[in-house]
């Protein structure tokens, strides 16, 4: 049976096999690895050294950072378990005994499910936990936010311990360059790796990402074939509900890393001093960049997945809602502070309250399973809260314009948008107090509005407002309008500039993996006054070898037209035109008279150059002895007629008289 033990950092619930061989071995110390984590590493190649370790950064955790790990490692764990006993159900299906051991097993299935949705509530509670702990530190000069915003927590990843090994493996594979060469390029790639892991709550941590972001970008090109490099695994855990996804591609590694690009967003947003107008504003920037990751991230084919519940299609599109809702909010509320800074007198526009309530009635509109299940319910709750209260507070502002206008109409529908505000606000701040005790400042916001409500309904005719409580369904609601709209802008990740961190490779275009080095050779040229080093040289980045003469030294040593050299004595030519790899052979031919080359072969782009640029040969015809091809290539000496191929194209072959 399953037992339940406590873990005294989490309070957990960690389960312990009574008897080691009921289900399987119990499990030992747990350690942050693909063998301990499940996941597969079929095929990899152990190396003696390891060429790539990375030692010089920085992996400290937060506090609740490391709680989330721990609660992921016990999901991990109970997932495993459950398998595992479906398994054995699944085998004892197809016999008849074991009928007691059946229904133990289904007693420890009980007991895992229990454990499962225990770690579901404690999830719940560290995300909701996650905008609390941003919250900016209250001092003697700096206030309590006037009103709370929600912030998503950052994905889990373990340490991706095979990736140095496979970039090696198919440097050495593909590119035929020694993975020795390419040591700082694979050390920075993964310590980037490892510095996006530990991202602080800071604009440096946003660069952490971003740097990371382009630098995959440019691996992938170089590295990955159909979204793969070797067995190559990536692990990420769902932000909401904890389950470890595993994958070989690519496309989860960037859209989890763009998710908490758009996270670590929400969290500086909520970090931001809310009481200023500076502090709003750069909320509202972040919001806006975080709803325009997400939308990339569902928008975008090549990062399109529903692994998990965070990365579908409905939950992104629910989350970047949710955040243009909140920066809708914060700029309702920088347009207060900017207006009553020009003019004591400005009084707000209730069409822009009302704006604010159409965001959050979307959000609640587009709440899907699973993320509804998932979601912290005081995220649902408050979410509705909002959309009642900026209902409330658009009547508010436009049924006091339309009590001071001279038509009776527009009073009566003034007087009784008041009266709907007042009846709004008041269910609202009770329900609030009672759900959301971490925010007594927006309870206060609440109360100070009903209190103008009352105030008002109190200066007038009972009997008045008595006529108009039946008429209340009948009242349109305020038409949301806004001066200025929240807007998605993915500019921030998507628009990050960085240099090719494998620039040494040569051009991408030509060095990617998807263009197949099939050889690479080395050779010796001689120089000769007849032919030269017996080699030309056209196009560039890299060279191309466009002849070869016939009984020149290029021939006799085997380089072959369609060849690409990407080395000369020892320099690097992969940038460089014809011209100046020319300069080079005519700089060697003038003093020692060889020169060592390096080419590659490349069937891909050979096929590419000759779809753009057809080589087809052109016939002598003003030529009345040349010939057509010949059957028979060597003629015996005094034979009467020989042919002359130097430096000569089997389709111009010139009659000379033996």
């Given at each position: 049976?399953?037992?339940e033990a406590?873990?005294a950092?989490?309070?957990?619930?960690v389960?312990?096999?009574s008897s080691p061989g009921?289900?399987?071995?119990s499990?030992?110390?747990e350690?942050?690895?693909?063998a301990?984590l499940g996941m597969?590493t079929?095929?990899?190649?152990k190396?003696?050294s390891?060429?790539?370790?990375?030692t010089?950064?920085c992996?400290?955790k937060?506090?609740?950072?490391?709680t989330r790990?721990e609660?992921?490692?016990?999901m991990t764990r109970?997932?495993?378990?459950?398998?595992?006993?479906?398994?054995l159900?699944?085998?004892?299906d197809?016999?008849a005994?074991?009928?007691?051991?059946?229904?133990?097993i289904k007693?420890?299935?009980?007991?895992i499910?229990?454990?499962?949705?225990t770690?579901?509530?404690?999830?719940q509670?560290?995300?909701m936990?996650?905008a609390l702990?941003c919250r900016?530190?209250?001092t003697?000069?700096?206030?309590?936010s006037?009103?709370?915003?929600?912030?998503?927590a950052?994905?889990e990843t373990i340490?991706?311990d095979?990736?140095?090994?496979?970039l090696a493996e198919f440097?050495e594979?593909h590119y035929?360059?020694?993975?020795?060469k390419?040591?700082t390029e694979?050390?920075t790639?993964c310590?980037?790796r490892e510095l996006?892991?530990?991202?602080?709550v800071?604009?440096?941590g946003?660069?952490?990402i971003q740097?990371?972001?382009?630098?995959?970008?440019?691996?992938?090109h170089?590295?990955f074939?159909?979204d793969?490099?070797?067995n190559?695994v990536?692990q990420?855990?769902?932000?909401?509900e904890?389950h470890?996804i595993?994958?070989?591609s690519?496309k989860?590694?960037?859209?989890?890393m763009?998710?908490?690009f758009a996270?670590?967003?929400t969290?500086i947003?909520?970090?931001a001093?809310?009481?200023?107008s500076?502090?709003?504003?750069?909320?509202?920037?972040h919001?806006?960049?975080a709803?325009?990751?997400?939308q990339y991230i569902?928008e975008e084919s090549?990062?399109?997945?529903?692994?998990?519940?965070d990365l579908?299609?409905?939950s992104?599109?629910t989350?970047?809602t949710l955040?243009?809702a909140?920066?809708?909010?914060?700029?309702?509320?920088?347009s207060?502070?900017?207006?009553?800074a020009?003019?004591?007198?400005?009084?707000?526009d209730?069409?822009e309250?009302?704006?604010?309530a159409g965001?959050?009635?979307s959000?609640?509109?587009?709440l899907r399973?699973?993320?509804?299940?998932?979601m912290?319910?005081t995220?649902?709750d408050?979410?509705?809260?909002?959309e009642v209260y900026y209902?409330?507070i658009?009547d508010?502002?436009?049924?006091?314009?339309e009590?001071?206008?001279?038509?009776?109409a527009?009073?009566?529908?003034?007087?009784a948008?008041?009266y709907?505000a007042?009846?709004?606000?008041k269910?609202c701040?009770g329900?609030?107090?009672?759900t959301?005790e971490?925010d007594?400042?927006?309870?206060?916001?609440i109360?100070d509005h009903?209190?103008l409500?009352q105030q008002?309904l109190?200066?007038?005719d009972?009997?008045?407002?008595?006529?108009?409580?039946d008429k209340?369904d009948?009242?349109p609601?305020?038409?949301?309008k806004a001066m200025?709209?929240?807007?998605?802008?993915?500019?921030?990740?998507?628009n990050?500039?960085?240099?090719d961190?494998?620039?040494?490779?040569?051009?991408?275009?030509?060095?990617n993996?998807?263009?197949?080095l099939?050889?690479r050779?080395?050779h010796?040229?001689t120089?000769t006054?007849?032919?030269?080093f017996?080699?030309?040289?056209?196009g560039?980045?890299?060279?191309?070898?466009s002849d070869?003469?016939?009984?020149?030294?290029?021939?006799d040593?085997?380089?072959?037209?369609?060849?690409?050299v990407?080395?000369?004595?020892?320099?690097?030519?992969?940038?460089?035109?014809a011209?100046e790899?020319e300069?080079?052979?005519?700089k060697a031919?003038a003093?020692?008279k060889?020169?060592?080359i390096v080419?590659?072969v490349n069937?891909d782009m050979q096929?590419?150059?000759?779809?753009?640029?057809p080589?087809?040969p052109?016939?002598?015809?003003e030529?009345?002895d040349t010939?057509s091809?010949?059957?028979?290539?060597?003629?015996?000496p005094?034979?009467g007629?020989?042919?002359n191929l130097?430096?000569k194209?089997?389709?111009k072959?010139?009659l000379v008289?033996a």
């Amino acid at each position: 049976m399953i037992n339940e033990a406590t873990s005294a950092e989490t309070g957990t619930l960690v389960p312990r096999l009574s008897s080691p061989g009921a289900l399987s071995k119990s499990p030992g110390k747990e350690r942050r690895s693909s063998a301990s984590l499940g996941m597969r590493t079929i095929g990899r190649k152990k190396r003696d050294s390891d060429y790539f370790a990375v030692t010089d950064f920085c992996t400290v955790k937060s506090a609740q950072a490391k709680t989330r790990s721990e609660v992921n490692q016990l999901m991990t764990r109970e997932l495993r378990l459950r398998d595992g006993c479906k398994n054995l159900l699944r085998a004892m299906d197809k016999s008849a005994k074991n009928g007691n051991q059946r229904a133990e097993i289904k007693a420890q299935l009980v007991s895992i499910h229990s454990n499962i949705t225990t770690l579901h509530a404690q999830l719940q509670k560290i995300n909701m936990q996650t905008a609390l702990d941003c919250r900016p530190i209250v001092t003697a000069d700096v206030n309590p936010s006037p009103f709370p915003l929600i912030a998503l927590a950052l994905k889990e990843t373990i340490e991706a311990d095979d990736l140095s090994e496979n970039l090696a493996e198919f440097l050495e594979g593909h590119y035929h360059e020694k993975a020795s060469k390419f040591h700082t390029e694979i050390s920075t790639l993964c310590a980037s790796r490892e510095l996006m892991r530990t991202a602080p709550v800071t604009d440096e941590g946003r660069g952490r990402i971003q740097t990371y972001f382009r630098q995959l970008q440019q691996a992938e090109h170089r590295f990955f074939q159909e979204d793969k490099c070797g067995n190559c695994v990536f692990q990420w855990y769902d932000a909401f509900e904890g389950h470890p996804i595993t994958k070989k591609s690519l496309k989860l590694e960037k859209a989890s890393m763009l998710y908490n690009f758009a996270a670590l967003s929400t969290q500086i947003a909520c970090k931001a001093d809310r009481n200023t107008s500076a502090g709003l504003e750069e909320a509202i920037q972040h919001l806006q960049s975080a709803a325009g990751t997400l939308q990339y991230i569902r928008e975008e084919s090549s990062l399109k997945t529903s692994v998990s519940t965070d990365l579908s299609r409905s939950s992104l599109s629910t989350l970047s809602t949710l955040m243009l809702a909140q920066a809708q909010e914060c700029i309702w509320y920088l347009s207060q502070k900017n207006g009553r800074a020009a003019n004591k007198d400005w009084q707000p526009d209730g069409g822009e309250a009302a704006a604010v309530a159409g965001w959050y009635s979307s959000v609640r509109e587009s709440l899907r399973q699973p993320l509804a299940s998932s979601m912290p319910k005081t995220w649902i709750d408050m979410v509705c809260f909002k959309e009642v209260y900026y209902r409330g507070i658009a009547d508010w502002y436009v049924g006091v314009l339309e009590m001071a206008a001279g038509d009776r109409a527009k009073k009566i529908s003034g007087v009784a948008k008041v009266y709907r505000a007042s009846i709004v606000l008041k269910g609202c701040l009770g329900k609030w107090r009672k759900t959301m005790e971490n925010d007594p400042e927006f309870a206060d916001l609440i109360e100070d509005h009903l209190g103008l409500t009352q105030q008002v309904l109190e200066n007038l005719d009972k009997s008045i407002v008595e006529s108009i409580t039946d008429k209340l369904d009948r009242i349109p609601a305020v038409t949301g309008k806004a001066m200025r709209w929240a807007t998605a802008r993915p500019d921030a990740i998507i628009n990050h500039d960085h240099p090719d961190l494998f620039a040494a490779l040569g051009p991408v275009y030509f060095f990617n993996a998807m263009c197949a080095l099939v050889e690479r050779r080395s050779h010796h040229l001689t120089h000769t006054e007849e032919t030269g080093f017996g080699i030309t040289l056209s196009g560039g980045n890299p060279v191309r070898v466009s002849d070869v003469a016939y009984n020149g030294s290029a021939a006799d040593t085997g380089v072959m037209c369609g060849d690409y050299v990407i080395e000369v004595d020892g320099v690097d030519v992969r940038g460089q035109v014809a011209h100046e790899v020319e300069a080079i052979f005519n700089k060697a031919a003038a003093t020692t008279k060889e020169v060592s080359i390096v080419v590659v072969v490349n069937y891909d782009m050979q096929n590419f150059e000759e779809l753009i640029n057809p080589e087809m040969p052109t016939a002598a015809a003003e030529r009345v002895d040349t010939l057509s091809m010949p059957s028979q290539w060597h003629r015996m000496p005094g034979a009467g007629v020989a042919f002359n191929l130097a430096g000569k194209s089997p389709f111009k072959l010139d009659l000379v008289e033996a």
